[in-house]
Each structure stands twice: as structure tokens, then as C-alpha cells.
């Protein structure tokens, strides 16, 4: 007869109570170890009679109980582990449940956390629970390892980082995932592994943005990505400006985001490819709160594609819904609608709460910003108590375009909506690092004093408080908002000049004036859109000529800028990345011909490898591989009559180095939604050769739009749901290369000869 040990049935449940830190019903050590219901039902009884095992914890809806563990012996576990390791299939739970059993090491839970990795995308329960299981052994290892990890405390730091990238998008695992901060940073302060230090504070504060709890001591964090750069080992400089980025993201810096962002590495190592999600996020955030929104749709449609083409659908969503705030604060409130529409279709509040409550509060936002606060209100209203009946947990948010909102529902006199109380919502906005969210809060809170009747010199002094909060970011909207309010004060103050330079200040940001009686709501909808200018810098006197010509100028200068201080594909990105600039495109990519003719991808803007493999962009790849083959024959042809006219004049070989890429060949840049753009050899542009010569002209969408595309999108135009139907809507518009045609964009027949 086997032992408990020896039973592959008895010890994958002994092991999953084990390894779990909370009781686990019968239905979830079901899907744990793939055995049916009966006969997991069989064999907790028998466990529970040998006092292995006992009910605990409440019962789940059918009334069965819930188990845990009684204590085990390190022998009994190991012994079990062993029978899961040989007798188990690789691929499933149980197999990785034994790996972590036992006397487990980092390197093993290294193996269940890239098992776990491969198979989240799935949503599958045994995996979300085997993710939970290695949570808590890093917990336990943390504890117990505290003083004597030594060398192995950058390994556990590497590991927390990662476990926690994976949960980002899951409140629930995100929580519990947040707890491992505080314990790998006290182990790498008492190991001596300092370099780890400011990555895990770094990220902590994200975790915090993403799970609604207090931000941690801001003097701790503010430091952090400072002392990265202390340290000189090559991965730690790669690293430097993901999580530099995601921090100057938190504390509203939005133009160093944007600059970090253009500095990633490269995604090679499985360990990080998810930090790039968060700093993804957070430049797509930074890009649409400075109005640069070509960039900031082209980093959300990167990474939705991206997330589809991997089958993260939630993943996906999730960026969708972040699309959705992208198209309400640009105005194009037709596009919006549509996607806010999928989101609602598509997602349930108890499938994932965090996308159902982004989608709500994006249609409550809609029908504000469409002049109907009165619909927005019953939005909000109905769809946060339907949730909060159904037990759906708060997903939080920080978002200025909802604390507008909430002020607006207060000043119209509607009641407090649960879970969107004003008050506590400004209080949490004043918590926060980030100096916009610190700016809004401090608006909200003077306009709110206002209304009470405060002495009008505390308002004044609170919106000076909100634009020295404001002025470092560089949002517009929010500056736009501030002085506006501030100018009526000192209006009423009789600071008549001081309320005209605020004024000024508003016509300056937004284009042209704006009404001096405009309500607050009024004033809000009217700084919301793409009507009025980003907050850009004034372009060079010799930069005026056209568009291409600066364009040509600037590409030619980046080539011959100090070319030794770059490396040839670090140069590449450089030229590629003020391309994207100058045309505000969506996304770019630079290729280059490979021995057999093939477009060989050397350098993107928000465009991913996956998606260049992708069967939505085989039409694009092969009218790209034509444009190569013609324009390599007659280019060829001249270089070979250059090199016969050099070796007239010049009998002897050449010596020294030439700037730039000395390998002639032919260079192709598909720059998605704005043009296309053809240039020859790098070399051709270096020092040696003052003049690039470059092609431009118009590919198949609107230049300031960004919709054109050689990608296409998964959302489909559905009718809209019961919830917006009887709303009136915008009538929408439709682009000649529709992202829901399932179909790359055929190139147009108009294109000059290569």
C-alpha cells in the first residue's frame, strides 16, 4: 500500500496546502492538481483522519469547507516533493509544486517563476495559484534568509523584481505582491547588496500607484534612481533608464520620462521584458499629458498589438482602456465611444475589475466632456453600486480628468458617489509624488473653499501653490485650468494687471483666449482636445524651411554629431527617434537589406519584433522587400562607377576611419501614419558626404492624425451596448485605412521609384 509520500494524488494535495499561505477549497485543488472533484474530496478525507489535513476558512458558495495543512516534517515534505518531481508531468502544476517542496533554492523557484511566466497569459487558475504559491515562498525565504543570504541577495532581489512585473496588472496578486518590497530591501541592505536597493523602492512606489495604498516615505524614494547611477557594471546602465524613467513618471517629470524612454535597451533578457510594460505605461502617460499624441498612440498600440500577438487578451484590454483616456483627452470623442463600448461588451466587473472600472469611468468622462454631466453622474452612479452589490473590490485611480469630474458632480449639488467621495479623493491626490496630481488636488481644494465662501487671498494663495506644483510638469490642460481660476480671483481682488498676465498666460497655452465668464466645466471641456498647440519647443531659425528640409537637416546632423560617442546601432535608434519627431508618427522602423535580399529590422520606434513577424504586416514587409531590391540595382550600379572614379584619382588604399556606417547599402524607414522614407547608406551621411539625399512624401493616412497604418486592431465596431444606446451620439467618422479592417494597409500606387 503507498504512503502518503509515495501517493502522487495525496502528497500534490498535501504540497498545495503547504505552500499555499491561506486555505484552498476542494474546486481549487481541483484545478491545482487535475483531479476531479470526488476524488479530491476522497482524499482530503483520508488525509484529514491520518491529521494531515483539516477544514478551515470559510465555505465557498456550495457549502463545501476549505483545507489547510497540519504541521508537516521537513522529511514527509521533501519525500513528497521527490514523488511530484519524478512522477509528474513537466508541463503541469504539480510538477513545478515539487520543485518548490522541500529544502527548494532560488535557482528553483527561478524555474517555477519562468514556468509561471510562459503560461499567465492564460488566466488559468492552477497557474495563478502556483504564481501565489512562489510568492510566498519568497515571503518565507526572505524571512528566513534575512541576515545570512550574502551572495545570494541580488539573485533574491532579481527574482521579487520580476514576480512583482508579472502581477502588475492583478489587484489581487499585485497586494500580495507588494509585501515582498520592504522585505527585499531590508536583505539587500544587510547583504551588502546596495546596487538593487533604489530599484526596489523605485518600484515599490509603482506598485503603490497600481494598488490604491500609501505611497512609501517619499524622502527614501526621491534619491533612488540617483544612486543607480553609481554603479558602472554594464547591466546596472542598461537598467538605469527603465526604472529612472518610471520614476520621474511618478514625480510628474514628463519629459524626462519621455527621454528615458527613448534610452531602453533592447528587450533581450526574459527576466525584464515586463519592466518595459510599466515604462510603457508610463511614457504613453507622460507623451498624452505633454499633447504629444502620435507618440502616445503609437506606444499603446504597440504594446495592445504586441499583448494579442502573445494571447494576453486581459493584457490587451487593459491597454485599450488606457487608449480610451488617450482618445477623450485628444477630443476625438467618435473613436472613444467605440472602444469604451468594446470594453463594456466585453469585460465583466468580476472577470477583471481594474479594465470594467477604467471603461466606466472613461463613459462617465465621455458624456462630460459631450456636455451631459447629468448622464455622466447616473453613469458613474449606477454602474459603482451595481459593483459594490456584486462584491467587486474598488479599483483606484489617478487620473485629473476624474477628480474634474467629481468636482463638477459637487458643485452641481449631485451626492457623493460611494467609492468617489471628493474629499478623500483630493486628500489621496496630495499623498501622492507626482507634482501634477499634487497641482490638480491643490486647484480642486481652493475652488472647493471657494464655493464656501473662504477669504479670497487663501484661495489665491492655493492656486500659486497649484501652478509652482504644475509649471515642472508641462501639461497644458492642467496649467490652462489654473490660470483660468486664478485669473477670475484676481479679478475679484481687483489685481486687474496681474489678472490680465494670467490671461495672457491662457492665450499663450491654448491658443486663442478664453471666455473670462466660462464656468469651470466649460473651461475644462474647452482645455480638453487637440484644438490647441502642445507645449513644444520654438524650432530653429534654419529649421523653418519645410518640413522634409528639416527633417534632412536634422537626420544629417545626428549622423555627424560626435559619431564616436555612439555605437552604430545606438546611432540608428538616435536618427530613427528624430524622425519619428519631426513627422509625428505613431511608430517607426529602420531597416536595411541582408545578404538574400530581406529587410533586415535594425532600429524601431514603438514597434516590436513580434509585430514585424506578424501575418498583419506581410503586405508591408513585402512592399518594403520590393523598394529594397529597386533601389539596390541603380544604387549599386553608381557606387560601382564611384569606386572605379576613386580608384582613378586616389591610386593608394585609404587610411583612417570614416564617421558614420562605412558599409554602403541601401536604408528604408517605414514610418507608420505619417510618411514613408527612403535614404541611402549611412555612410552617405557621415562627414565625408555633406548632403543626404532622402525621399519624402505622403503614405497612406492623414499626417497629424497618425491613424494610417500597416497594423491592424482587434476591436471591432460593435453596436452600442444597452447602457449607451439611448444616449445620443457623435456621428463617427471613418479613415481610408481602417485599424479594424483585420488587414495591413495596402501601400499606395503613387509611390516614387525607390
Known sequence: MPTIASSVPHASLLLALQLSARPLHERELAAITGLPEIRVRSALR??????????????????????????????????????????????????????????????????????????????????????????????????????????????????????????????????????????????????????????????????????????????????????????????????????????????????????????????????????????SFCASQAAMYLREYPLATGIIESARQTAELAGERLVAMLWIAHLCFLLLRKGALDEAIVKIDYLLNCVSPEQNHKIASSAVRALAVYHHLSGRTDAAYRVLRNETLRAAARGVPHSPFLDPL???????????????????????????????????????????????????????????????????????????????????????????????????????????????????????????????????????????????????????????AAFNREPTAYRSDELFQHLLDIAQQELQSERAALFRPSPDGKPEFVASVNLTRMELESEQMRSCMEWLEGILGSAAKPRERERERERERERERRPDPPTGNISGCASPSTWASLIRGSFIWTAPSPAACSSTSPRPCSTIWPACSRRKSGRASGLSSSVPKKPASSRIASLPLPARKTATCSRSSGRACAPPSNRPNG
Open 402 to 556: 476624474v477628480l474634474d469630474l467629481l468636482y463638477v458632480f459637487e458643485q452641481r449639488g449631485y451626492p457623493p458617489i460611494p467609492r468617489y467621495e471628493l474629499e478623500p479623493t483630493i486628500e489621496i491626490f496630495l499623498r501622492q509624488p507626482s507634482r501634477q496630481l499634487r497641482g490638480t488636488a491643490l486647484r480642486a481644494h481652493a475652488l472647493r473653499l471657494r464655493g464656501r465662501g473662504a477669504p479670497a487671498e487663501e484661495v489665491v494663495s492655493l492656486l500659486h501653490d497649484s501652478l509652482r506644483e504644475l509649471e515642472p510638469t508641462g501639461d497644458p490642460r492642467e496649467l490652462v485650468l489654473t490660470h483660468h481660476e486664478l485669473a477670475n480671483m484676481l479679478e475679484a481682488l481687483g489685481q486687474h494687471r496681474e489678472a490680465h498676465r494670467q490671461r495672457k498666460r491662457v492665450t499663450e497655452l491654448i491658443g486663442h483666449p478664453l471666455d473670462e465668464n466660462a464656468s469651470y466645466r466649460n473651461a475644462a471641456i474647452a482645455a480638453t482636445g487637440e484644438t490647441f498647440p502642445a507645449l513644444a519647443p520654438t524650432p530653429e531659425p534654419e529649421a523653418l524651411d519645410t518640413p522634409g528640409r528639416a527633417l534632412l537637416d536634422r537626420c544629417h
Open 46 to 279: 483520508e488525509l484529514s483522519l491520518r491529521k494531515y489535513a483539516a477544514p478551515a476558512g470559510e465555505p465557498d458558495g456550495g457549502g463545501a469547507p476549505a483545507w489547510a495543512a497540519a504541521h508537516i516534517g521537513p522529511d514527509l515534505l521533501e519525500d513528497m516533493a521527490e514523488t511530484l518531481c519524478t512522477s509528474c508531468p513537466e508541463a503541469g502544476v504539480p510538477y513545478h509544486m515539487g520543485i518548490l517542496g522541500g529544502n527548494a533554492t532560488l535557482e528553483d523557484c527561478e524555474i517555477v517563476v519562468r514556468f509561471i511566466d510562459d503560461r499567465l497569459k492564460d488566466n488559468d487558475p492552477a497557474v495563478l495559484a502556483c504564481f501565489e504559491m512562489a510568492v510566498q515562498f519568497l515571503l518565507r525565504w526572505g524571512r528566513a534568509h534575512m541576515d545570512d543570504a550574502g551572495q545570494k541577495s541580488w539573485r533574491y532581489a532579481e527574482l521579487v523584481l520580476v514576480v512583482q512585473s508579472m502581477c502588475i496588472f492583478s489587484h489581487h496578486y499585485l497586494q500580495l505582491a507588494t509585501e515582498l518590497s520592504p522585505l527585499a530591501y531590508e536583505v539587500a541592505a544587510r547583504n551588502n547588496s546596495e546596487r538593487f536597493m533604489p530599484m526596489i523602492w523605485i518600484f515599490r512606489q509603482y506598485l503603490q500607484l497600481f494598488s490604491g495604498g500609501e505611497p512609501p516615505l517619499t524622502d527614501r524614494f526621491f534619491y533612488s534612481s540617483e544612486k543607480m547611477r553609481h554603479f558602472k557594471e554594464q547591466d546596472m546602465q542598461d537598467r538605469i533608464p527603465v526604472f529612472e524613467g518610471i520614476e520621474n513618471f511618478l514625480k510628474g517629470n514628463f519629459r524626462e520620462t519621455l527621454l528615458c524612454y527613448a534610452r531602453r535597451p533592447a528587450q533581450d533578457h526574459w527576466w525584464y521584458k515586463r519592466f518595459f510594460e510599466p515604462l
